[in-house]
């Protein structure tokens, strides 16, 4: 069974940057996509990036392009979420999600393993 673990999330300022992680275990990293979401208090989840097996495609959010980066080490079955110039409605619980197949699919329902999620707070 697939087994996700995220780390990395903290309180940072506005305008700082931080870097999240996701250990995959239980099975083959390298056949599975693999995705970031977040939600925060009183709202739905929402996808904030995807990225292929290879790590040679992502897609992202409108509300992240240009500041975050997805990416991916299948040596280290890791994945990885790099967050720049962060703002206080970046604050959310964030979490990774997997699955085989086509990897851009921006619905929840769609990813069957998730993580427990790690929190990131943007203080202003």
């Known amino acids: 069974q697939v087994q996700l673990v995220e780390s990395g999330g903290t309180l940072v300022q506005a305008g700082g940057s931080l870097r999240l992680s996701c250990t995959f275990s239980g099975r083959t990293f390298s056949n599975y996509a693999m995705a970031w979401f977040r939600q925060a208090p009183g709202k739905e989840r929402e996808f904030v990036a995807s990225?292929?097996?290879?790590?040679?495609?992502?897609v992202y959010a409108d509300s992240v392009k240009g500041r975050f980066i997805i990416s991916r080490d299948n040596a280290k079955n890791t994945a990885y979420l790099q967050m720049n110039s962060l703002k206080p409605e970046d604050t959310a619980v964030y979490y990774c999600?997997?699955?085989?197949?086509?990897?851009?699919?921006?619905?929840?329902?769609?990813?069957?393993?998730w993580g427990q999620g790690t929190q990131v707070t943007v203080s202003s």
């Open positions: 999600a997997a699955r085989e197949g086509y990897p851009y699919l921006t619905l929840a329902n769609l990813y069957p393993f």
């Open positions: 990225i292929n097996w290879s790590g040679g495609s992502t």
